[in-house]
């Protein structure tokens, strides 16, 4: 796919009516936001849009409403942060593409920011109903792609409206893009990919995708039994997809056969059972992972482990990292995934970190700062790993 997309900077929108998808889909709780990292993440578009005097009209979804009004999901909210972040009014449109929407933006002046209603009040939206696209395109000149995040979903406010309008991306897609795009498909070597999380049907395609391309590929977190268990291993309790055991085989094949190196966790840390609560503290063992006992599962990788991978990831040029080597949201079962963050850290390699748990666990262990590029769209960078062609950038004009 052609990731070499026209940006805002390639066109004009001084004076014009500039409809911006963005992603203001934040978190949540007793109708106040409680990380409004996604709205701070497209101020850079936005504040450039309003200083070349565009008239600005910005969407997005919030939740899921399903087609209904829920005053819940209302946008208002965002309405609200983003104007103290501009320091300027937002005005809110009551509707998403209808007559308070249409008569908002008819009098904008140049340099006003208005949002639009939850595009997901509207059913169309996730059928990429053409009525919508339509609806939403009339109300504007040109497309602004924003939403990294929801670039995985030919929606009608995220590749639809762009049959109908000029489109271009912003810059966090921009951003995203590029620093994604270039890693895939001309990445600096040694080329590492690190992979985890917990299980290995939700990345099946990311890893024999990323096959073709890395040097080193590292699998840990709760993927990793699986291939263990393929590799004839006992792994007791641990969390193993009986179904996939063919294709880890044949994912190991195809490492030797293109002569990636592939690196699984020797050691790993043990206990009895999963933590519960999560965070509950837990006694825990390290053994090898040719010796795991029948009655306990493997919840995070061991210290030789971490050495081995962290080691890996130090030697490289390019890391993709991917899902937490452990159970990290409890304190003791997060030593391999604050390892392998570490190593990334520290590492002169460009990183890239990509996957909602582990850009959660980046953030929550303090090392965010410390790697170049944490993307903001978890889906949407699973899929860019996948080699997917991804219908919100794909409805973007070329350079
Ligand atoms: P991401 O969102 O970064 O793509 P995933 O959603 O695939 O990551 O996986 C994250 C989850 O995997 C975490 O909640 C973590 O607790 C879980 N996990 C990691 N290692 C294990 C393990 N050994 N056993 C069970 N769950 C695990
Ligand atoms: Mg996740």
Redesign the pocket.
Known sequence: MNYNKKSIEDIEVAGKRVLCRCDFNVPTKEGKITSDKRIVAALPTIEYLIEKGAKVILCSHMGKPKGEWKPELSLKIVADRLSELLGKEVIMASDVAGEDSKAKAASLKDGDVMLLENTRYIKGETKNDPELSKALAELADVFVNDAFGAAHRAHSSTSGVADYLPAVSGYLVQKEVSIMGKALANPERPFVAIL???KVS?KLNVINNLLEKVDTLIIG??MAYTFLAAQGYTVGK??VDNEKLDYCKEMMAKAKAKGVNLLLPVDTAVAASFPSPIDAEIPVEYVDCTAIPTDQM???IGPKACAEFAAAAKAAKTVVW????????NPTLAKGTIAVAQALADSDAVTIVG????AAACEQLGFADKITHISTG?GAS?EFLEGLELPGIACLEDK
């Open positions: 985890g999380g917990a939700d977190g709760g641990s969390l493997g919840l995070d991917n899902g937490p080597m452990g159970v990290f949201e996957g909602g748990d582990s978890g699973l």
